[in-house]
């Protein structure tokens, strides 16, 4: 409705009035007091009983819009967490070792090998949109081919998750079935959950050894006398060990009883020794056992 | 019971004929007064209380709208009324500060109302004969439209009520006025050319059959002698 619409009246009852405005609508609208050929500014429309009904049922549409958008967002969000973000992770241990990471629907969304048997496994391999059953089925059937299981092989699968109770569910329910898929194949493999306690090195490795030196055996030496050792001719004597020796003997039974100051070297230094007396004081001895008696 | 379905009847047969459902309303009068005065606190004064118009059209709706399975028609026609007051006070809250012109002021010692102070700058007689002028139009514009079988309460009735399908209309009259001989086609067949239109403005067949008693009435309002009529429709004529 634009700006200063006028409206003619054009026709006049008891209750209503049909009025024309600017823009050639007629409308019904409340008679107040008005008479035909009268151009009014304001007007009450009449509201037909059929455009309550359409509103009514356009607020219904809108609202059942809405509620539908709603649900279509909260089940898309919780769908896309559902179908799209990864949950858990399966590690399946034939030798080669392969782990998939899994969304709660059991769509597996990403392979790895975890060593090089698991990545020659999965070389090649697509998984993208295959359910959990599927890729592990189809990765025994590889590992069969490929020569990495055989007959007495051995098949361990451990889910992590943090929702156990899902993870152990689900182990069960991949035991069952893969245990249901080798029964094509005349082998005896068995299936378990968990690791294998294996010895076999994940990677070759090379590992130094030192190896110690022998060490060679002492041969026993024969014992021989000890020959006395003639001091040099210019040598006292004071001061060696042997005349140190002779000198505590002959001082054993000296009145003080211990190292007297005699026996020392600064004795032997003396100028006494120098002009051969030395020989006459040895012989000599004899003064010291006088004065003992 | 009998009085209840009796009324039913008047009710139905009001809703299709516009002289049955001013009878009914005149003989409802009393009621429709008592409706408006429980809101007004006072009796109701006709030309001058704009409650007492809003009553009588929301009495119309409840007409329209009734059916039988709605209960007692004239409870039914109560509660329409009440809603009806309601919906109209809340329009009119924005309108709170504007000051009525028939409000009571003291002069002297005689009691006046506003608009009585006023000075009406139009020109009441130079109005009056305009009035009777267009009075006069419509009326001829009228006997056209009955020379087809419409009044204008049918007319109004089938006018576009989306704005979408006003301008579709607005679109054929366009067409038709570029191409003056469907509008005399118009006059003297009394048919209105619905395949040349719809050809001729691109607007489906169906929107025109739809609308055909209102696309009369402006293709009509646009032919030769009615120009107080042609004038009042400026916006219309902004727009073709």
Same mark, same amino acid.
């Given at each position: 409705?634009?700006?200063?619409?006028?409206?003619?009246?054009?026709?006049?009852?008891?209750?209503?009035?049909?009025?024309?405005?600017?823009?050639?609508?007629?409308?019904?609208?409340?008679?107040?007091?008005?008479?035909?050929?009268?151009?009014?500014?304001?007007?009450?429309?009449?509201?037909?009983?059929?455009?309550?009904?359409?509103?009514?049922?356009?607020?219904?549409?809108?609202?059942?819009?809405?509620?539908?958008?709603?649900?279509?967002?909260?089940?898309?969000?919780?769908?896309?967490?559902?179908?799209?973000?990864?949950?858990?992770?399966?590690?399946?241990?034939?030798?080669?070792?392969?782990?998939?990471?899994?969304?709660?629907?059991?769509?597996?969304?990403?392979?790895?090998?975890?060593?090089? &048997?698991?990545?020659?496994?999965?070389?090649?391999?697509?998984?993208?949109?295959?359910?959990?059953?599927?890729?592990?089925?189809?990765?025994? &059937?590889?590992?069969?081919?490929?020569?990495?299981?055989? &007959?007495?092989?051995?098949?361990?699968?451990?889910?992590?998750?943090?929702?156990?109770?899902?993870?152990?569910?689900?182990?069960?329910?991949?035991?069952?079935?893969?245990?249901?898929?080798?029964?094509?194949?005349?082998?005896?493999?068995?299936?378990?959950?968990?690791?294998?306690?294996?010895?076999?090195?994940?990677?070759?490795?090379?590992?130094?050894?030192?190896?110690?030196?022998?060490?060679?055996?002492?041969?026993?030496?024969?014992?021989?006398?000890?020959?006395?050792?003639?001091?040099?001719?210019?040598?006292?004597?004071?001061?060696?060990?042997?005349?140190?020796?002779?000198?505590?003997?002959?001082?054993?039974?000296?009145?003080?009883?211990?190292?007297?100051?005699?026996?020392?070297?600064?004795?032997?230094?003396?100028?006494?020794?120098?002009?051969?007396?030395?020989?006459?004081?040895?012989?000599?001895?004899?003064?010291?056992?006088?004065?003992?008696? | 019971?009998?009085?209840?379905?009796?009324?039913?009847?008047?009710?139905?047969?009001?809703?299709?004929?516009?002289?049955?459902?001013?009878?009914?309303?005149?003989?409802?009068?009393?009621?429709?007064?008592?409706?408006?005065?429980?809101?007004?606190?006072?009796?109701?004064?006709?030309?001058?209380?704009?409650?007492?118009?809003?009553?009588?059209?929301?009495?119309?709706?409840?007409?329209?709208?009734?059916?039988?399975?709605?209960?007692?028609?004239?409870?039914?026609?109560?509660?329409?009324?009440?809603?009806?007051?309601?919906?109209?006070?809340?329009?009119?809250?924005?309108?709170?500060?504007?000051?009525?012109?028939?409000?009571?002021?003291?002069?002297?010692?005689?009691?006046?109302?506003?608009?009585?102070?006023?000075?009406?700058?139009?020109?009441?007689?130079?109005?009056?004969?305009?009035?009777?002028?267009?009075?006069?139009?419509?009326?001829?514009?009228?006997?056209?439209?009955?020379?087809?079988?419409?009044?204008?309460?049918?007319?109004? &009735?089938?006018?576009?009520?989306?704005?979408?399908?006003?301008?579709?209309?607005?679109?054929?009259?366009?067409?038709?006025?570029?191409?003056?001989?469907?509008?005399?086609?118009?006059?003297?067949?009394?048919?209105?050319?619905?395949?040349?239109?719809?050809?001729?403005?691109?607007?489906?067949?169906?929107?025109?059959?739809?609308?055909?008693?209102?696309?009369?009435?402006?293709?009509?309002?646009?032919?030769?002698?009615?120009?107080?009529?042609?004038?009042?429709?400026?916006?219309?004529?902004?727009?073709?």
């Amino acid at each position: 409705m634009k700006e200063n619409t006028t409206y003619l009246v054009m026709e006049v009852h008891t209750a209503y009035a049909v009025l024309l405005d600017n823009e050639g609508r007629f409308i019904k609208a409340a008679n107040a007091g008005y008479q035909i050929g009268d151009v009014v500014e304001k007007a009450f429309p009449l509201k037909y009983p059929e455009d309550r009904k359409k509103q009514a049922a356009r607020i219904m549409r809108f609202a059942a819009g809405l509620a539908a958008c709603i649900c279509v967002a909260v089940f898309g969000v919780y769908e896309y967490q559902y179908f799209f973000l990864p949950y858990g992770t399966l590690q399946m241990q034939i030798n080669p070792d392969v782990e998939m990471t899994l969304s709660r629907s059991g769509r597996v969304l990403d392979l790895d090998g975890i060593n090089e &048997d698991g990545e020659t496994l999965i070389d090649g391999y697509k998984y993208d949109g295959k359910d959990k059953y599927t890729v592990t089925d189809e990765l025994t &059937d590889r590992a069969i081919n490929l020569g990495f299981l055989g &007959d007495g092989g051995q098949v361990a699968l451990l889910v992590s998750s943090q929702n156990a109770e899902w993870a152990e569910s689900l182990e069960k329910d991949l035991i069952d079935e893969l245990n249901e898929h080798l029964k094509q194949y005349d082998l005896t493999i068995n299936v378990s959950v968990g690791t294998i306690e294996t010895d076999v090195l994940d990677e070759p490795q090379s590992i130094t050894i030192p190896i110690p030196e022998p060490e060679p055996v002492p041969a026993p030496e024969p014992s021989a006398e000890p020959e006395p050792v003639q001091p040099a001719a210019n040598d006292s004597g004071y001061g060696d060990d042997a005349s140190d020796d002779l000198y505590d003997d002959d001082s054993a039974g000296s009145p003080s009883g211990g190292d007297s100051s005699y026996g020392d070297g600064s004795y032997g230094d003396s100028s006494y020794g120098d002009d051969g007396s030395d020989d006459d004081n040895d012989d000599d001895n004899g003064w010291d056992d006088d004065i003992d008696d | 019971m009998s009085g209840g379905h009796e009324l039913t009847e008047q009710v139905y047969a009001a809703k299709t004929d516009p002289e049955a459902a001013d009878a009914l309303i005149r003989q409802y009068m009393g009621f429709i007064r008592a409706e408006a005065a429980k809101f007004l606190h006072r009796a109701p004064v006709e030309g001058q209380d704009e409650e007492l118009s809003i009553v009588l059209l929301a009495f119309y709706e409840a007409i329209l709208g009734y059916e039988k399975h709605r209960g007692a028609f004239l409870a039914y026609a109560s509660r329409g009324i009440r809603n009806r007051l309601i919906d109209h006070y809340r329009r009119e809250k924005k309108h709170a500060k504007v000051v009525s012109l028939h409000e009571p002021i003291q002069d002297g010692d005689e009691d006046a109302l506003k608009i009585d102070h006023l000075e009406d700058p139009t020109n009441a007689i130079e109005a009056s004969h305009r009035r009777s002028a267009a009075k006069e139009e419509i009326t001829e514009f009228e006997q056209c439209l009955e020379g087809f079988g419409i009044s204008f309460s049918d007319v109004a &009735d089938n006018c576009p009520r989306q704005e979408r399908t006003l301008r579709a209309c607005q679109k054929v009259l366009a067409a038709a006025r570029n191409h003056p001989e469907h509008l005399d086609e118009l006059v003297q067949t009394k048919k209105l050319p619905i395949a040349a239109l719809s050809s001729l403005s691109g607007v489906d067949r169906k929107t025109l059959e739809r609308h055909r008693r209102y696309l009369i009435a402006v293709l009509l309002a646009f032919t030769n002698g009615f120009e107080i009529i042609r004038g009042h429709l400026y916006h219309l004529s902004e727009t073709l």
